[in-house]
Structures are given as structure tokens and as C-alpha cells.
């Protein structure tokens, strides 16, 4: 793994920020397109019985959500950047490195890696728990909450502050430890992009069931998107559900997922003939990105 000290990287941290910015925002896309083209544009009744909430966002809430995660683009990608502009230039800010020349040896490397996944997991839960535990937060926070039917274009559809702190590790943690700044991007890259992705699907995983013990699925996501609000935390945990857990910021009442619902003799296929698909085709017209709601510089 040797992007960090890649010769086709700028040389500037602008350079590096506007690049980062710009893969963050491909990344996105890349992620989302395809699982929003299968699962929302034309769904079938087989893939529509594993969506969590039955009803299909507004093509007006898909759009806010892509315009906010483009934006979040651009701010998650500066701690990034910064991280690599000192570890490049081999400033004394960062214990970072670039390359696998100077790599400790492979047990150290796997050791970093477990720990730097754990402490990142709690770091997430924990501040994504004080958004809903303080007023000051959650005013910065509740923007991402009306998202509450996500699809994957809601992966990193948040304001300023959040973006801040989500990235924050990836200056924080080089700054601490001795950590390869590729293997940490790396899976940081997969532990919030790809796995936020799942987590925004709006579908639950045929797989993975809500009432595993150990990890949020995304019935747990949507589950927080559309029941925690402010002063009442529930599953804010990104990727092990032991936080929460701990903390107590668990489901109460009756679960909702689609296997208890289908226990209970919800979707059939006379329910999903009375579900209106929206036409997000408007969502290829440009004119329609320019319209009212445009959210990308708010």
C-alpha cells in the first residue's frame, strides 16, 4: 500500500484536499448509484419486502441528500489530507507513515489495525451519542435526521460540525501513534463508506439478521433515523452494537424489522400493490437540480 507516498499525489495540501475531496465524492457515488438504481427506481416485490419503512422517499429528498453528502465530501476530506501532507513531507506533527519501506513489523501492524478499528468504532458512537444527549449538539446534528427513510445517497449527508468530528481521527490518531497512513485510510475508507452504505441501504440483509447480537444492521440505521431524536439516543452506533448496549441507547418498544413483520403477516403482495414507486427518472434532468432545495452551498 503505497498511495501516501505516491509521486502522482500533489505536492500542496490544497492539492491533496481537492483531490481527496473529489475521490470522497466519486466514492460516494460509486457506492450509492447502483443500490439506488436496483432497489428504488424499478423495485420488485421480492426485493421490496426486505425494505425496512414500505414507502419510497421523494425524488426532492434524494436530491438532498446527494447535494449534502457532495458537500460532506469536501469537509470530511481535510483531516485526510492534512494527514498525509505531514506524513509526506515527514513533518514532526505526525507519527504517520507513508509506504511499506518503513513499516514496523506485521504483528505490530495487526495490532494497530484492531485497535485503531475499536477506538474508531466508540469514537463514532460516542460522539454520534452526545448529538442526541445535548441540545448545543443536537442542533448541529438534526439535519441528518430528516432523513428518515435514508436511501445510500444519506452515507455522509451531514453539516459542518458532524463532518468535522467524523473525520477527526484520521489527523488525531496519526498524531498519537505510530500507524501506516494507508492501512488506516483504508479502513477507515470501508468501515464508514462501504459499511455506511449498507447501513443507509434501506433494505435489510437476507443474511444479516436485526436481532444478531453483535453488529448494527440496517434495520438498527433506520431504526435511529426515524425514531432518535433529541434527548432520546437510540442505536447511535456505527458498527458493533456493544456500545450502545452499554450506554443503554437500545429499542424500548416492539421491533419493527421486516422479519418480525413478516411474522406477522405484513408484506404481501397486495400491500406492495398499493405502494406508489416515485419517478426519480427527474433525477436525470439537470433543470431539476437547480430548482427550490438546493442545499449544496447551505
Given at each position: ?27 460516494v ?7 439506488f438504481i436496483v432497489y428504488?427506481?424499478n423495485?420488485?416485490y ?8 414500505p414507502?419510497?422517499?421523494?425524488p426532492d429528498?434524494?436530491?438532498l ?7 460532506g ?38 495490532k ?34 430528516r ?10 449527508a451531514?453539516?459542518?460540525v ?9 489527523l ?55 425514531r ?22 437500545v429499542?424500548?418498544d ?12 405484513k ?5 406492495f400493490?398499493?405502494?406508489k414507486i ?6 436525470l ?14
Open positions: 500500500m503505497v498511495l501516501c507516498e505516491s509521486d502522482l499525489l500533489p505536492n500542496s495540501l490544497a492539492g491533496l484536499w481537492l483531490l481527496f475531496a473529489m475521490s470522497g465524492a466519486a466514492l457515488l460509486v457506492l450509492a448509484v447502483p443500490l428504488y427506481v423495485p420488485t421480492e426485493q421490496w419486502k426486505w425494505k425496512t419503512n414507502r419510497y422517499p421523494s429528498m434524494i436530491k441528500e446527494v447535494t449534502k453528502s457532495l458537500k465530501a469536501f469537509l470530511a476530506t481535510m483531516a485526510p489530507a492534512l494527514s498525509t501532507y505531514w506524513a509526506r513531507t515527514n513533518s514532526s506533527y505526525t507519527k504517520g507513515y507513508c509506504g511499506i519501506d518503513e513499516e514496523p513489523d506485521m504483528l505490530y501492524t495487526i494497530m489495525f484492531l485497535f485503531t478499528w475499536i477506538i474508531a468504532d466508540f469514537y463514532e458512537f460516542f460522539y454520534h451519542w452526545l448529538g442526541h444527549t445535548f441540545d448545543s449538539l443536537w442542533e448541529q446534528h438534526k439535519s441528518h435526521h432523513f428518515y427513510n435514508p436511501t445510500p445517497f444519506a452515507t455522509i451531514d453539516d459542518v458532524d463532518q468535522i468530528f467524523r473525520s477527526a481521527p484520521l488525531v490518531i496519526p498524531i498519537l501513534f505510530t500507524v501506516n497512513i494507508d492501512i488506516l485510510f483504508a479502513q477507515w475508507g470501508t468501515l464508514f463508506y462501504v459499511y455506511g452504505t449498507y447501513l443507509h441501504w434501506g433494505y435489510e440483509s437476507q443474511f444479516l439478521s436485526a436481532h444478531n447480537k453483535v453488529l448494527n444492521t440496517a434495520y438498527d440505521h433506520h431504526l435511529h433515523h426515524s432518535s431524536i433529541k434527548n432520546k439516543a437510540i442505536r447511535t452506533g456505527f458498527f458493533f452494537k456493544i456500545w450502545d448496549n452499554m450506554f443503554g441507547s429499542q424500548k416492539k421491533c419493527f424489522c421486516v422479519r418480525c413483520q413478516h411474522a406477522a403477516g408484506r404481501t403482495m397486495k400491500d400493490a398499493k405502494i416515485p419517478d426519480y427518472s427527474v433525477l434532468q439537470p433543470g431539476f437540480w437547480l430548482t427550490s432545495n438546493w442545499d449544496f452551498v447551505q
